[in-house]
């Protein structure tokens, strides 16, 4: 196997992360690229689904993935086998990318032959909503184990989000998680949201997700 290209991040200097982040967007758009802020907590399920999602799409688009974490590059082999391109980022002990370290993880990447970027940003449901990244658009995924409260414990990523996936819904007969209260409580915070409930070990819902995403590409 070929060496994985590791990235290490650094921390933005630059205090106006939301003036970074407006303007990596406006060179992303002139430049015909979409990128898709993806974060959820660690074990939510995020890189099955983001496999799951390559495979759906890529006879469609050209993906690439940036795969941020503290350390490691587990997740970037396991993107790697897909045939999609992907970069591991480094961020130094941050536990969330800004706008400028987005911006670096997208040159290392390289967007000349990408239609759509994925960021697998670090898990958490804190830090990652507090910053901008520049994205397109900002998704979400929340698992069925962690319980149908989340959205009243970390009000801020669901109230951000354009997309929120309800993952391992094979396992509700398992947990005791409501999905209506669920959907209400994320309803009340942010009236907009797209919720897909969806199993990224079946493939049930998959295909709503995908759509989705070929709708944002194609704008």
């Known amino acids: 196997m070929d060496k994985l290209r590791v990235i290490e991040i650094k921390q933005s200097v630059f205090e106006d992360n939301d003036s970074q982040a407006n303007a990596l967007r406006e060179e992303l758009k002139r430049d015909n ?3 898709l802020n993806l974060m959820s907590s660690p074990g939510s399920g995020k890189t099955t689904t983001l496999t799951r999602t390559i495979h759906t799409l890529k006879d469609e688009m050209r993906i690439g993935v ?22 591991q980022l480094h961020t130094g002990g941050m536990c969330h990318l800004d ?20 960021l697998e940003n ?35 990523m669901f109230s951000i989000v354009d997309v929120l996936l309800i993952n391992k819904i094979d396992a509700m007969d398992y947990f005791e998680f409501d999905m209506e ?9 942010n009236p907009n949201v797209k919720i897909i409930p969806i199993s990224a070990r079946t493939g049930e819902g998959i295909d709503e997700w995908a759509e989705w995403i070929r709708s944002v590409v194609a704008k």
């Open 33 to 35: 690229v979409c990128l």
């Open 66 to 87: 940036m795969e941020a974490d503290i350390d490691s590059d587990v997740d970037a082999h396991t993107i790697a086998k897909t045939g999609a391109k992907v970069v």
């Open 99 to 118: 706008a400028d370290m987005t911006r670096q993880g997208l040159e290392a990447l390289g967007t000349e032959d990408i239609d759509l970027a994925i």
């Open 122 to 156: 670090v898990g958490n449901l804190v830090c990652p909503a507090e910053f901008d990244t520049g994205a397109t658009k900002n998704a979400m995924i929340l698992s069925v184990p962690e319980g149908d409260d989340k959205p009243l414990k970390y009000p801020l």
């Open 181 to 189: 209260a669920c959907i209400s409580r994320v309803k009340k915070l």
